[in-house]
Every structure is written in structure tokens, then in C-alpha cells.
């Protein structure tokens, strides 16, 4: 079984496409359980599609917004995820804060990744509802990095990312939480991931050159990309 690959011409449709889904995602799980757990990772990925949500009438009281991973940067640095989810999208709608659930960099990163496991364990009856992550060009999803030892983690929900090619570093949640996710989203945009994407696909690499694998196998991922990342493939 693998995911499914929903072909899109441009940003600004897969935006669309997107936030449709979010919305009908979003009022499945408040019938269900009263609240949607949503997890964003960092990167420009996901922007297009934050910043057309946030022009959306949703039920914000009801949302809870989670980071995938965070770099080990200030919080007002410009590499910093929490600041982007911020601008993109959470200082543009009326979320409560306490909704709102980031990765304290305030803390040593080993007490910034043991406390936000326990903020999902508590927060989390099992996963996401869903998750939007991007692929990287060199098929990474959140910051979990080709041949990383973190891709074979058994139990942990969330790890700190100290490697030496990875600069800052990182925290982020792992695979056995991902894939408990509702709904994936493995967003692939631009004409410099059209080899990622290629890879993402391709049955002769095994997942672990290409962590994007781990969640494109599984039935309730959906790969959305655009036209100029699948037109050379």
C-alpha cells in the first residue's frame, strides 16, 4: 500500500486543494472528539498553504497547533519555525493561546525534546489528526535526515537532532508518532525537488537514502506537488 499522489499546477492550487481538506479534516474530528490536532513542520513548504488558511473561517477555539520539529534557534531568529507559523498564520486568526504548542528552546535541547514529548503524550489520545510536512531536496521530512540513526528510533515521539551535518541543531518529533497521524500531507513544490520527488517514487531506493518513504508507503498520505516538480519525471 502506498500514499496517494495528487498532481496540482501550481502553489496556489495546491493551497487550495489543501485547506479544502483541512476544513472537511477539521470538522470530522470536532464531531468526533470536539478538537483538531494539527502539526506543521518548518521550511517554506508549508507557507502557501498557511497563509491561505488563515484567510478561512475555521472553528479556531477548537484547533490545536503543534511544531513537527524546531530548529535550536531564538525564537525571534529568522530561521526559527515557531516564528514563521506565527507570521504565516497564528498572528492572522483568533486561535487561543494556549492552543498554540511549541518547542521551548529556552531549555537544553535534551529538556526541550523530553518536555515536548510529554506535552503530546498528554495532549495526544494517538496522533495528529494531520500533519503538513514538506520533502526536502535530499528527501527529508521533518529533520529527519538520510541514513539518520533516529530514523530506526523505536518508541520515542520527539528526539533532538545532534548530528554534525545538520546545522542548527534540531529537534523534532520521529517516526513512530508520524505515522500515526489521521492524515499526512507530504507537500513537493519547485523545479529543485523534482529529483527528491523521483526518489520519493522511485521502488529501487530504499527508504532509508529517502525518509520521505517511510510515510509515502502508508495509505492516509497524500504527496501533493506541482507541475514543475513532477514535469521532468
Known amino acids: 500500500m502506498v500514499g496517494k499522489i495528487v498532481p496540482l499546477k501550481n502553489e496556489e492550487e495546491m493551497a487550495l ?20 490536532n494539527m502539526a506543521v513542520s518548518g521550511g517554506r ?3 502557501a498553504v498557511l497563509k491561505r488558511l488563515a484567510q478561512e473561517d475555521m472553528s ?12 535550536y534557534v531564538s525564537p525571534d531568529s529568522p530561521t526559527s519555525n515557531s516564528k514563521m507559523l506565527k507570521e504565516m498564520l497564528l498572528s492572522r486568526v483568533s486561535i487561543p493561546v494556549e492552543n498554540i504548542h ?8 535534551q529538556e526541550a525534546a523530553r518536555e515536548y514529548e510529554n506535552l503530546l503524550r498528554l495532549c495526544l489520545r494517538e496522533g495528529f489528526d494531520l500533519v503538513i ?6 528527501c527529508h521530512i521533518a529533520s529527519l535526515f538520510p541514513y539518520s540513526p533516529l530514523l530506526k528510533q523505536p518508541q520515542r515521539w520527539v528526539a533532538e537532532v545532534i548530528e554534525p551535518s545538520v546545522v ?6 520521529t517516526l513512530p508518532l ?20 523521483r526518489r520519493l ?23 501533493l506537488v506541482t507541475a514543475d516538480a513532477y514535469s521532468n519525471n
Open 60 to 71: 479556531w477555539q477548537n484547533v490545536h497547533i503543534f511544531q513537527v520539529d524546531e530548529r
Open 168 to 173: 542548527p541543531a534540531r529537534v523534532t518529533v
Open 178 to 197: 508520524l505515522r500515526r497521524s489521521g492524515s499526512i500531507f507530504l507537500i513537493v513544490t519547485g523545479k529543485e525537488k523534482s529529483d527528491a520527488f
Open 45 to 47: 513548504s508549508p507557507i
Open 201 to 223: 517514487t522511485d521502488i529501487f531506493i530504499a527508504p532509508e537514502a529517502c525518509p520521505g518513504k517511510y510515510l509515502y508507503e502508508l495509505q492516509q498520505t497524500e504527496v
Open 102 to 109: 511549541f518547542i521551548d528552546t529556552g531549555l537544553t535541547i
Open 17 to 36: 486543494y489543501a485547506v479544502r481538506k483541512i476544513k472537511h479534516l477539521c470538522q470530522k474530528a470536532l464531531f468526533m472528539r470536539g478538537r483538531f
Open 133 to 138: 510536512l514538506g520533502l526536502g531536496a535530499d
